[in-house]
């Protein structure tokens, strides 16, 4: 069987370690990127703690701040203030101490219809991109950090619903399988990346690493054909069963 999101893994002792080692990676890629470092964010708790330390004292003077462009991966269709929205965990982590023009920062927007938002998005990810078909050649992303749920979910690219056949669109709307509507990039999007660093932590997930890593189609990250590299950063507990 074809298992190529298999990919690399890199394992820390625990979360902390696990967001240190993503940090110090994802800086030296930035550092030796030329022009502009095109990178999407991931919510939840894992991003959280790695968000935290390349705004902190330690890392901040090393971040390529000029040339970053930061984009998210999906969003809760929420304001931007609300306490579930990835945008304001980015904000508040990251965001708040990162020297960026705000111009660089390219969130998901959320007011009008999802659909319309989705729309939205992909026509600004087109303009950035600077054409409207994806050159496997040339990655919409150089970074895309990605997070991998208990269901094997990566995104908001939810088991069972129809965005995992959507191989057209670049950002779908995605209306059920959760309590909010959501927007997510979809598998051609997320797979026009130069790298897919996956950050994963806990025991729960252990078996939907083992799972996706091995090609199990029931879970959305096992059908992802990465363009580019794919790197599984792991703490211990979430490598157990790999």
């Known amino acids: ?73 999906d969003e809760r269709f929420v304001p931007p203030d609300d306490k579930e929205s990835n945008y304001r965990m980015a904000r508040e982590t990251l965001l708040a101490r990162a020297p960026m023009a705000a111009d660089r920062i ?7 219809t999802p659909d319309e938002a989705a729309l939205r998005y992909e026509s600004l990810l087109k303009q950035i991109y600077g054409a409207d078909r994806l050159d496997p050649g040339r990655p919409l992303f150089d970074v895309i950090l990605l997070g991998l749920g208990a269901d094997g979910h990566t ?36 797979e026009s990346s130069g790298v897919m660093a996956f950050l994963v932590a806990g025991a729960d997930k252990a078996p939907a690493v083992k799972a996706a890593r091995a090609g199990d189609r029931a879970m959305p990250a096992a059908r992802l054909r990465p363009q580019g590299e794919a790197i599984w950063f792991l703490d211990r507990a979430a490598a157990g069963a790999a």
């Open 106 to 112: 390219h969130p998901i927007p959320t007011d009008g």
């Open 155 to 190: 995104g908001s690219l939810l088991p069972g619903q129809p965005v995992l056949q959507e191989r057209t669109r670049w950002v779908a709307a995605v209306a059920q399988g959760r309590p909010e509507a959501r927007i997510t990039l979809t598998y051609p999007a997320i």
């Open 1 to 73: 069987m074809s298992v190529p999101v298999a990919g690399s893994v890199e394992i820390a002792p625990d979360p902390a370690a696990l967001a240190r080692m993503a940090a110090d990676w994802l800086v030296g890629r930035m550092m030796a990127a030329r022009g502009d470092f095109r990178l999407s964010l991931s919510g939840g708790s894992t991003p959280r703690a790695l968000y935290a330390l390349l705004a902190s004292d330690e890392f901040r003077p090393s971040v390529p701040w000029d040339k970053l462009a930061l984009f998210w991966g």
